[in-house]
C-alpha cells in the first residue's frame, strides 16, 4: 500500500490550465505530460514542511547554501 495521496487531475483540468498561462498550441500528448506533471508537483507540494502560523519564519526549515568562493558579499 502507498501512502502517496491520490491526486487526481484531468485532462480538461490540464487543458483549461495551459490555457490561462497562454498555451493554445499544445497537443493531446502535451497535455498529458503537463497532466503528468501536475500530479507530480500536487504530490511534491504536500510534503514541503509548512509553519504553524504566518507570524512564524520558516528559518529552521529552509537554509542558504554557502557561497563557492568564500566571501560574505
Known sequence: ????????????EAEAFARR???TWVSAED????????ITIARAGL???R???KFV???FVF???PRANGSKE
Open 1 to 12: 500500500m502507498s501512502n502517496e495521496p491520490d491526486i487526481a487531475v484531468s485532462n480538461a
Open 21 to 23: 498561462i497562454g498555451l
Open 31 to 38: 497535455t498529458a505530460r503537463l497532466r503528468e506533471a501536475m
Open 47 to 49: 510534503v514541503v514542511p
Open 51 to 53: 509553519v504553524s502560523s
Open 57 to 59: 519564519q520558516p528559518a
Open 63 to 65: 537554509s542558504v547554501a
